[in-house]
Nanobody
Framework: QVQLVESGGGLVQAGGSLRLSCAASRNIFSSVSMGWYRQAPGKQRELVAA???????NYAESVKGRFTISRDNAKNTLYLQMNSLKPEDTAVYYCNLIVNIYNYWGQGTQVTVSS
C-alpha cells in the first residue's frame, strides 16, 4: 500500500504560478509511472502530465510549455510546476502512481484560476 498526499493547490490569478507536491508514504524509486490528473466539475478526469521510471515525460497538449512534471526520489515526492495558468486549468488535481499492476491515487488538491 502507498499513501499519496497532494498539497500546493490554491487560488491564483490568470498568468500566475503554482507548484503542486505529492508526498508518498514510501520510496517511489521503483514506480513504473507517476503522474498528475485533473477533474473539473461535470468533466471526465484527464491526464495532465506523467513521468516514467526512465524520466520520460508526457503532457496534455493544453499544458505543454506551461507545466513541468518532476520528482525527487530522495524525498519520495512528485511535483507539478504550473506556470502561465489559465481559468480553464481550474480543477481538482490528483496524484497518481503505478507500481506493477497497482494504481494508487491521492485525495486531490483544488486549483482555482481566476480571470
Amino acid at each position: 500500500q502507498v499513501q499519496l498526499v497532494e498539497s500546493g493547490g490554491g487560488l491564483v490569478q490568470a498568468g500566475g504560478s503554482l507548484r503542486l507536491s505529492c508526498a508518498a508514504s514510501r520510496n517511489i524509486f521503483s514506480s513504473v509511472s507517476m503522474g498528475w490528473y485533473r477533474q473539473a466539475p461535470g468533466k471526465q478526469r484527464e491526464l495532465v502530465a506523467a513521468i516514467t521510471k526512465g524520466d520520460n515525460t508526457n503532457y496534455a497538449e493544453s499544458v505543454k510549455g506551461r507545466f513541468t512534471i518532476s520528482r525527487d526520489n530522495a524525498k519520495n515526492t512528485l511535483y507539478l510546476q504550473m506556470n502561465s495558468l489559465k481559468p480553464e486549468d481550474t480543477a481538482v488535481y490528483y496524484c497518481n502512481l503505478i507500481v506493477n499492476i497497482y494504481n494508487y491515487w491521492g485525495q486531490g488538491t483544488q486549483v482555482t484560476v481566476s480571470s
